[in-house]
């Protein structure tokens, strides 16, 4: 059985005065920490609660819970039971509205769901009038063509979840308990919170101590392998690890660097388990340590950013002195930034489906480095360097802006940050697959005239027209 075991966080090459000034961090920024984890290798290092919580407290791991939905879908690969090109559709005809899903449903594949490239901008069952979780992601109207841009979507991980437990007939976590999480010393008392239906909350309800997911991090963090046994299938879990979808539009440091399987990229080499209100497992398999937290920053926009800077100013600097485990990396095309893919160089004129959005068309005109839409308002036009800035009248508002735009991961990024009297910006991300492609836009409510914002803030997918 795979015991954490206690030691002592000078062993591991990092003084105690730094973890005091770890501490010290989280009081002086005010940050509401309920208990924090060093983990190296097998070895606690350093842990800490706070009143009431204890080393026994089940907690509310809210979004952690969707690493586990990733690696319980891996057990089922492992199993033969699915394949991550499989539709979901299939997997619940029962849920379908009558006539069929829309076809952008229709072709989801489980991997677009592990890489939140549904076709959904935001969580289906908050917006569905019946109480039936999994059935509202497949009856709500999507808005974008999916496999193509990231959209945070916590239906997904529940459908998967879901699919977990029809498949199995077991509820997800007593299933992950027989294939694997009883070798970790897994808590009995841990268990995933009911939807209105009775499938485990896949998306944000686990209750586990911080232990359970540390040693579970420690699995994931030698790519599913406990020695020479596999109890996670390895090459599921090096994928499940690596960024497979760029995450620049995200609004935070630690949410811009990438996204696997519902596992994030920190700003170093590694992946967090990340759960709203600073639940967190940030992990470097190249040194073989993990620090986790368990935290109520709800409310605070800026909370769970501390919890990771903390971290960064007063323990990452001892880690970086110490000698990287040997081996290949486990990260892929992270760092990936390119000139125009070879496959999108044919695609220049798009004409949009109906969205919300009211984008009508667009041309990219590659050579020249410009991007001409049309929406209701009018036909505009934005110049971008290739990964510089251009400087240039912002659209019809008479303020100066710069606009740049670079390639990530087969992916188009458009930036334009104004210059002027007034300050804001845009920010666009471009995906294509096949003749189609898909637009995600954000920005903020400044300097667009009464109306013109809606334009630039959500999804769209087009086709190629010639």
Not at 132 to 152: A, L, N
Not at 338 to 347: D, E, I, M, V, W
Not at 397 to 404: D, E, F, H, I, L
């Amino acid at each position: 059985m795979n015991r954490l075991k206690n030691g002592n966080v000078e062993e591991c090459g990092i003084p105690a005065e730094a973890v005091e000034e770890l501490e010290r961090l989280f009081e002086k920024r005010r940050v509401r920490i309920h208990g924090y984890l060093l983990l190296s290798g097998r070895t606690i290092v350093a842990e800490k609660y706070y009143a009431p919580y204890t080393r026994e407290s089940n907690h509310r791991m809210y979004s952690v819970t969707k690493s586990f939905v990733a690696l319980a879908v891996g057990l089922l690969v492992k199993k033969g039971m699915v394949s991550l090109e499989d539709r979901i559709c299939d997997y619940f005809p029962e849920k379908l509205p009558e006539g069929g899903a829309h076809p952008w449903c229709a072709e989801m594949t489980i991997r677009d769901m592990l890489t939140m490239r549904t076709c959904h901008g935001s969580t289906t069952y908050k917006r569905y009038d019946g109480g039936d979780w999994t059935e509202s992601f497949f009856r709500v109207m999507p808005d974008h063509v999916p496999g193509t841009v990231f959209s945070y979507d916590t239906s997904s991980s529940h459908v998967l979840a879901a699919l977990v437990e029809k498949l199995t007939g077991k509820k997800m976590l007593d299933f992950m308990r027989e294939e694997m999480l009883s070798q970790l010393d897994f808590s009995e008392g841990a268990y995933i919170l009911p939807d209105p239906a009775g499938v485990s909350q896949g998306g944000s309800g686990m209750m586990s101590t911080l232990r359970d997911v540390a040693g579970v991090a420690w699995l994931c963090s030698h790519f599913g392998m406990d020695g020479d046994r596999e109890l996670l299938p390895a090459d599921y879990m090096r994928e499940a690890l690596s960024c497979q979808v760029p995450t620049d539009l995200q609004p935070v440091l630690d949410e811009q660097c990438g996204y696997g399987y519902f596992i994030w990229m920190p700003r170093e080499e590694g992946f967090t388990f990340f759960g709203m209100g600073g639940q967190l497992a940030v992990c470097f398999p190249q040194y073989d340590f993990c620090y986790l937290t368990m935290a109520d920053t709800i409310g605070n926009p800026a909370g769970v950013q501390i919890l990771h800077d903390c971290f960064y100013e007063a323990i990452y600097p001892y880690l970086q002195k110490r000698t990287k485990i040997k081996g290949e990396s486990h990260l892929t095309g992270k760092e990936q930034s390119t000139s125009l893919p070879a496959q999108n160089r044919r695609g220049r004129n798009y004409e949009f489906y109906p969205n919300r959005m009211g984008w009508e068309s667009l041309c990219f005109d590659w050579e020249q480095g410009t991007l001409t839409f049309v929406i209701p308002e009018g036909r505009f036009c934005l110049a971008f360097g290739d990964d510089e800035w251009r400087r240039q009248t912002f659209l019809d508002t008479g303020y100066q802006c710069q606009c740049r735009g670079y390639w990530k991961l087969g992916h188009f990024f458009l930036e334009c940050f104004l210059t002027d009297e007034e300050q804001g910006n845009v920010r666009m991300d471009f995906a294509w697959k096949d003749s189609r492609l898909s637009l995600r836009a954000v920005s903020t409510p400044d300097p667009f005239r009464e109306g013109m914002q809606k334009h630039f803030q959500g999804f769209a997918s087009a086709r190629e027209v010639s």
